[in-house]
């Protein structure tokens, strides 16, 4: 049984759930590498559904994030829909941002959207895709 913190009246998760979604999380720039990877792991607390037949969606397999096997009830479908929807709104304020005066460089979304972490990020959400839809 998961007892909510008296004061709040919410469980853990369901705190984090609701700071995730809160404007302060939302940001006005590209994330940075950091900040993405951040994302990224948040995204990972979310289980992983496989569903059989395909294209029917009558019956699913469930993989619990590894680190939360001992705690499956702190793992949620919200956290990798919300780390996507963060990132996403961060890469649409990219051409708010002026380009750079030297020339070469690229402004900070573009370098930002390709760079390994965005790429890592998205790879993962791949294996969301089917709850995310």
Do not use: N
């Given at each position: ?7 709040t ?31 990224e ?14 294209h ?18 702190a793992?949620?479908d919200?956290f ?8 996403e ?45």
């Amino acid at each position: 049984l998961i007892m909510p913190d008296p004061l709040t009246g919410m469980t853990g998760t369901e705190m984090a759930l609701h700071f995730l979604q809160s404007p302060r999380c939302y940001s006005t720039e590209p994330h940075s590498d950091a900040s993405v990877a951040l994302l990224e792991s948040i995204a990972e607390l979310s289980p992983r559904r496989e569903f059989y037949p395909k294209h029917l969606k009558k019956m699913e397999v469930v993989h619990w994030p590894e680190h939360c096997s001992t705690i499956p009830f702190a793992s949620h479908d919200g956290f990798a829909h919300i780390a996507k929807c963060l990132v996403e709104q961060s890469l649409s304020m990219a051409p708010l941002f002026p380009l750079p005066s030297k020339p070469g460089l690229h402004r900070k979304a573009e370098v930002a959207g390709s760079s390994p972490a965005y790429k890592s990020f998205f790879e993962t959400l791949k294996s969301f895709d089917e709850c995310l839809a």
